[in-house]
């Protein structure tokens, strides 16, 4: 049925970049609001990125602001996640995630219940490891 599948994960340097791809099948991307999640060492996971069905732009965490960019490409049916300026501290499980239908502002997709289990649809993640 619904799936997601996210890939690009790997070893990466601090300072240096790492491009993630999710992709759907199963449904369409288009009825659904979107976001990257990750899940560090010894933390509970947490919201990075959220795009609603109804939005041009995704919110960001602050942790991110200025080094990570979010897009979707309706064509392909397919979420990415562009990692500049990698940080020690983004050493994580990334998981891309979708859930039915549209919201007033893309900060209530990355809601504490939503990162937690709240999602419709959950990819199984993709290690990043940041080491020198």
């Known amino acids: 049925q619904r799936q997601l599948m996210e890939s690009g994960g790997g070893v990466v340097q601090p300072g240096g970049s790492l491009r993630l791809a999710c992709i759907a099948s199963g449904f369409s991307l288009d009825d659904y609001s979107v976001g990257w999640f990750r899940r560090g060492p010894g933390k509970e996971r947490e919201a990075i990125s959220c795009l609603s069905s109804s939005d041009y732009e995704p919110y960001y965490a602050d942790f991110v602001k200025g080094r990570f960019t979010a897009s979707r490409d309706s064509a392909k049916n397919t979420l990415y996640l562009q990692m500049d300026k990698i940080e020690r501290e983004d050493t994580a499980v990334y998981y891309c995630?979708?859930?039915?239908?549209?919201?007033?502002?893309?900060?209530?997709?990355?809601?504490?219940?939503?990162?937690?289990?709240?999602?419709?649809?959950w990819g199984k993640g993709t290690q990043v490891n940041v080491s020198s």
């Open positions: 995630a979708a859930v039915y239908g549209t919201f007033f502002n893309p900060i209530g997709v990355c809601s504490p219940s939503h990162a937690r289990n709240g999602m419709d649809v």
